[in-house]
């Protein structure tokens, strides 16, 4: 069998390297071994090869006979592309010309060991066709259980390399932000290695890179046109299998992508701008079942989005049942205002602004409803802003859209619904032996301002009941009843300033009226009546306010957006610049107090060799040492880095780290030590030609201490 290799490529030298130089290569190539999972009879076929280069090489008679027949080839090859480029490209001679410069003839026995030196010099695509042609040259047969069978570990061997290859073309599509492609190629060996029930640890290996790339694929195919809806259905059953896997959101379970709660946070974030309306309500609501209140905050205002952008005050209210089961846990009363708003539950919005506690905000509704009898104008500019920058900013389909009070409301199927859902129908007479308390009904179909039990005007409405969060409005009102909220700042009522603020919030009337009896007709008519003057007043102040609202975008700017939690150190959002850096390998864990732990004086180990790979590697990224080290050693690796830099040299590794121990120091909570052991293999590069190699198995000490809120190490030991 003849493979495009010449005997200076298998030894890693130019044609024009010293006998020194020669001697050297094969020292080193001799000493180099591959993984250990491949098999003796692989290692053997591979020294066969190097001896075989070598003998030729340093015999000067041989090696005059073959330089001169390698020369005649290259000529040969160079004067083909030549013509080839000149003439009318046809097929056959596109296919005529992937020939190379030099092959040798190698017996079957020794391919394995052909295919270590191909993936050896990165020519990974050579590794898998001649790989895949010669095992069906091979038995078919599955593999034989017997070790010593000479077939079996030439496939195994075999097999090996492929999936291999396939790994590294995976790694370099990553590298190239071609993360569809890297996960193709990763699982096309990971499939390899299943099906033929070979090399467990290698399997484990290219999941563990799958995983860690999950989250860039998802990006890539979230990021793609609406019309894909088949590749973006994908991205977002593989963002529902890394929730799964979490156990949710903000869930503690382990979905291998080395993102931690924090992280992957700020990942969901970043993922919704890419997102439809419908495509969050429909995730986040699913995942607000387990339960989980991060989730439900972020359906809430999927919901709103939809709601209020195709006109549906349906799920309106169905965010508004959400938002009353997390009442208890955090202040939603800016959210609840404004939803109470959409509904025309004037009443509400005004009790949801007394319980309010973010003083920007209620500042802003106050300035702008000064000369109007309650907070509605002011309100209403509120919300118009609120749903442009934190709602619809946030969805892909909505993105740029200017939303309108005036528009939403003058819709006739929401003035339908709306008029729906405030008109009460009398209750049925029933023969009554003694006064009984009236339950709320099953829906929320009166104002909480109020404490007027009203029957189901409509049919159920679409509200999710089941949920998990679903508070009813009893609980609700017993609540607040038996524990008022603070409030700095008393606030003006819904219609008089005149209005008694000593009463629960649950018992307030409308000021200037006696309270009337229950189920009385007239307190329902004057429900009725109290919404419509709103809704006239709302238009009023929609048209006069949207200048205004321009005005006080740059203060609202400054507000405490109620996704803070989330929104932490907000960017743009570039999918070939992700908002956070995915630590994949390089991220250290720091616990609040700034105290390193065990996982993270791995993940330091890790950053670090990475790090070198950057400095030493073919960028030179020399700066992003200061990322890690602390001197003395980072002026000891600058200098070697800029010595490679100057020579137009660099070196290629890979690593495996596992720490055997770490030992924060008792007498310095800023120092520690951590004891490592470092498999480390590497290759050198003059120009693009490959130099020196060479794979080492150490134990290494590493000296760490932090500086600012970061920890670098200060000093590298080889132990052994």
Excluded at 107 to 117: C, D, F, K, T, V
Excluded at 337 to 362: N, P
Excluded at 377 to 395: D, I, K, M, R
Excluded at 413 to 419: D, F, H, I, R, W
Aim: aromatic content about 6%.
């Amino acid at each position: 069998m003849r493979i495009p290799l010449d005997y200076y490529r298998i030894l890693g030298i130019f044609p024009q390297a010293t006998d020194e130089q020669l001697r050297q290569a094969y020292r080193d190539r001799s000493v180099q071994l591959p993984r250990r999972e491949y098999s003796d009879l692989a290692i053997e076929a591979r020294r066969q090869l190097l001896e075989q280069a070598y003998s030729v090489l340093s015999n000067p008679t041989q090696k005059a006979k073959y330089e001169n027949q390698f020369l005649q080839a290259q000529s040969a090859y160079q004067e083909q592309e030549g013509a080839e480029s000149s003439a009318t490209e046809t097929e056959a001679i596109r296919e005529s010309s992937s020939v190379t410069t030099w092959e040798i003839e190698v017996e079957p026995e020794q391919l394995p060991g052909s295919l270590l030196i191909f993936h050896e010099l990165g020519e990974y695509e050579l590794v898998i066709n001649y790989g895949e042609s010669y095992l069906s040259t091979l038995p078919t047969s599955p593999l034989s259980l017997n070790i010593d069978d000479t077939a079996t570990k030439q496939r195994s061997d075999t097999f090996l390399s492929i999936a291999l290859a396939y790994l590294e073309i995976s790694r370099e599509q990553w590298h190239q932000q071609a993360y569809e492609g890297a996960d193709s190629a990763g699982r096309q060996g990971l499939t390899l290695l299943e099906k033929n029930n070979l090399f467990p640890s290698i399997q484990t290996e290219i999941r563990t890179e799958l995983h860690k790339l999950r989250p860039y694929q998802i990006l890539e195919l979230l990021a793609l046109p609406l019309k894909n809806k088949t590749p973006r259905q994908t991205g977002i059953k593989l963002l529902q299998s890394m929730l799964e896997e979490r156990q949710g959101i903000d869930g503690k379970g382990d979905d291998g992508s080395g993102l931690g709660i924090d992280d992957f946070l700020r990942f969901i974030q970043q993922i919704r701008t890419y997102l439809t309306a419908t495509e969050q309500k429909d995730i986040f609501m699913e995942e607000s079942q387990r339960p989980s209140s991060v989730a439900a905050y972020l359906g809430v205002y999927a919901l709103i989005a939809q709601g209020f952008a195709h006109k549906q005050p349906s799920l309106i209210l169905e965010a508004k049942t959400v938002l009353e089961g997390l009442e208890p846990r955090q202040d939603v009363s800016i959210e609840q205002s404004i939803v109470a708003l959409l509904l025309g539950q004037t009443e509400a919005a005004a009790q949801a602004l007394k319980r309010c506690q973010d003083q920007q905000a209620l500042n802003f509704i106050r300035e702008k409803s000064q000369g109007a009898p309650d907070l509605l104008p002011g309100l209403c500019l509120y919300g118009e802003h609120w749903l442009q920058t934190e709602v619809f900013s946030h969805c892909r389909d909505l993105q740029g859209r200017q939303p309108s009070l005036k528009d939403y409301f003058a819709d006739q199927g929401v003035q339908a619904y709306l008029n729906r859902l405030l008109t009460p129908i009398a209750p049925r007479p029933r023969p009554v032996k003694k006064k009984e308390n009236i339950q709320p009904s099953r829906h929320n179909t009166y104002n909480h301002g109020t404490a007027v039990p009203v029957a189901d005007p409509f049919p159920p409405l679409p509200v999710r009941s089941s949920s998990p969060i679903d508070i009813r409005d009893a609980r609700r009102r017993k609540r607040l009843k038996n524990s008022q909220k603070p409030n700095p700042e008393p606030i003006p009522e819904t219609v008089s300033e005149k209005s008694s603020s000593n009463k629960p919030a649950s018992t307030q009337t409308i000021p200037n009226s006696k309270p009337p009896a229950k189920g009385s007709p007239r307190r329902n008519n004057r429900r009725v009546t109290l919404f419509r003057p709103k809704l006239g007043l709302m238009a009023v102040a929609v048209l006069g306010g949207v200048g205004l609202i321009g005005l006080a975008t740059t203060w609202l700017n400054q507000s405490n957006a109620p996704l803070s939690a989330l929104e932490e150190g907000q960017y743009s959002v570039a999918l070939h610049r992700p908002l956070i850096d995915i630590p994949a390998a390089n991220a250290q864990m720091v616990t609040v107090t700034g105290m390193l732990t065990s996982e993270g004086a791995q993940q330091v180990i890790e950053t670090w060799l990475g790090t070198k790979s950057q400095a030493l590697g073919k960028d030179h990224d020399i700066e992003s040492l200061k990322k890690i080290l602390a001197d003395p050693v980072l002026t000891r690796w600058q200098k070697q880095a800029q010595q490679l830099q100057q020579n137009q040299s660099y070196w290629t590794y890979e690593h495996q780290v596992a720490v055997n121990s770490f030992n924060p120091s008792p007498n310095n909570p800023n120092q520690a030590v951590v004891d490592a052991n470092v498999k480390e293999s590497a290759q050198s590069y003059q120009g693009s030609q490959p130099g020196r190699s060479y794979k080492d198995n150490l134990r290494v000490r590493y000296d760490l201490v932090r500086q600012g809120d970061r920890w670098l190490i200060k000093g590298i030991n080889v132990i052994r």
